[in-house]
């Protein structure tokens, strides 16, 4: 059953059990008025006749037709004789005992061979007793009009309640219908659409709302998922192409070894080949598990950590192991940064490491740490040949080399920039490549200083 067929039936309930209690009190209390009308009528008969035996008869019909009141008056004679001195519009047939006489003698009572009639009775003298009865079949008659009427206007009421809330859900539930069509929609793989627009009331336009993001971010769930398929495929098959070369040079030369047919030169090249490429597989591997060690901290609390310290220790290690070369350190002191120290260091030896491979002997270098307030900047030049131009500000990825210098001769995976670029965006920074005034690259480095929240 629809919630809107559910919601008009719980109203239309409402409001007939509402109707049928304020018509349950209405009868009541009209009965309860029509009742305590007839009972004060006899019991002022039985006034007008009380203290006088002789005349209480005389006293007490000349009441009744003095006001015209709907009364029977019957007299009952010692021996249980009845005579009828006066008869209401609805007679009394039935004959009162006397034992109904002695009942009512002091209060108003009713009796099962009396049915129909409420009476009083009194003494008239020589032992004679008037029974004054009023019927009661016109009180019956109206309870049971009144209820009949009762139960016609809860009725009525009920289906105009009815009506009413049909008319005034029709357009939330327009518009509810129209939601549910879209989610199936939706849930049928269907994201083109738009999310239908919601009017009416508060909850209808919540609702829509509410819709409304799930759909844009179920649409970026699968955009980011359909992106993570294809870096995913992308990097396996590069990574399976770094893997086929040094595995099949490894392959050659030990097909070569095996046959037996080297001289001590060319076994001893051989094995120098195949240390070279178990050394850069060995690399590889390794910073392949590093950038998966750097994807799965990401987005984690880490501590804070001496950033000026460690890019001096870096730097000065750089310095003894190129004394050739001229290195220029400008670097703020007490700079903190979010993050790992370990990774921060293998950021660093990645970018010196690029340095020393990629730049000749005597290439100056300019290393520069600067605290800006809310903002962390670090440059590291160096004076080299650079990269093409094309190359500048492109996001890095894995096992992507920018020019054919940086050849799988010159050593390393491939994976370097990937690294610098993984581990800035684990400590909430950002790298962008650019030329620098020194001829060659400029790795631009940006972080959101402690307490700054993310840059």
């Avoid at 004679?77 to 008869?87: F, L, R």
């Avoid at 980011?224 to 490894?250: C, N, Y």
């Amino acid at each position: 059953m629809k919630l809107s067929t559910r919601l008009t039936i719980l109203l239309m309930a409402i409001t007939a059990l509402v109707a049928l209690a304020v018509g349950t009190f209405a009868v009541s209390a009209s009965s309860r008025a029509q009742y305590a009308t007839l009972d004060d009528s006899i019991n002022a008969v039985v006034a007008a006749g009380e203290g006088h035996p002789l005349t209480a008869l005389t006293n007490a019909l000349n009441l009744v037709q003095q006001d015209n009141l709907d009364l029977t008056l019957d007299v009952v004679d010692p021996t249980g004789a009845v005579t009828q001195i006066s008869t209401s519009e609805t007679p009394l047939t039935a004959k009162p005992t006397l034992e109904n006489v002695r009942n009512s003698l002091t209060a108003i009572r009713t009796a099962p061979n009396l049915a129909g009639f409420r009476f009083r009775s009194l003494p008239v003298g020589g032992g004679s007793y008037l029974v004054i009865a009023g019927s009661t079949t016109t009180i019956a008659e109206h309870v049971h009009g009144v209820v009949i009427r009762t139960l016609l206007v809860g009725l009525l009421a009920a289906l105009l309640i009815g009506v009413l809330a049909r008319l005034a859900m029709a357009r939330e539930l327009s518009t509810i219908s129209r939601l549910i069509t879209f989610a199936t929609d939706v849930a049928e793989g269907d994201l083109d659409d738009a999310v239908p627009p919601a009017t009416g009331s508060t909850d209808v336009r919540e609702l829509q709302r509410a819709l409304e993001h799930m759909v844009a971010s179920l649409r970026a769930t699968i955009e980011a998922e359909k992106h993570s398929a294809q870096v995913m495929q992308r990097f396996i098959g590069d990574a399976s192409h770094e893997l086929r070369t040094p595995l099949t040079v490894i392959k050659g030369y030990a097909e070569l070894l095996a046959g037996g047919r080297a001289d001590d030169e060319q076994r001893q090249r051989a094995l120098e080949r195949v240390r070279k490429e178990v050394a850069r597989m060995d690399i590889l591997v390794a910073d392949l598990l590093f950038l998966a060690e750097v994807a799965e901290v990401r987005g984690r609390a880490e501590g804070v950590i001496n950033a000026s310290e460690i890019v001096s220790a870096t730097t000065h290690d750089f310095v003894l192991d190129h004394p050739e070369r001229s290195v220029t350190v400008d670097i703020d002191d007490a700079v903190t940064l979010v993050g790992r120290a370990d990774f921060f260091e293998r950021l660093l030896n990645n970018a010196f490491a690029n340095i020393a491979r990629h730049t000749h002997a005597h290439d100056p270098v300019r290393v520069s740490l600067r605290h800006h307030g809310a903002l962390v900047t670090l440059d590291i030049e160096d004076g080299g040949p650079g990269m093409p131009l094309e190359a500048y500000g492109v996001a890095p990825e894995e096992f992507r080399r920018f020019d054919p210098s940086r050849s799988r001769n010159s050593g390393g995976s491939g994976l370097g920039m990937s690294i610098m670029s993984d581990v800035a965006a684990s400590m909430n920074g950002t790298l962008t490549t650019s030329r620098s005034d020194l001829g060659g690259l400029d790795l631009h480095l940006e972080f959101g200083a402690p307490g700054a929240g993310t840059h």
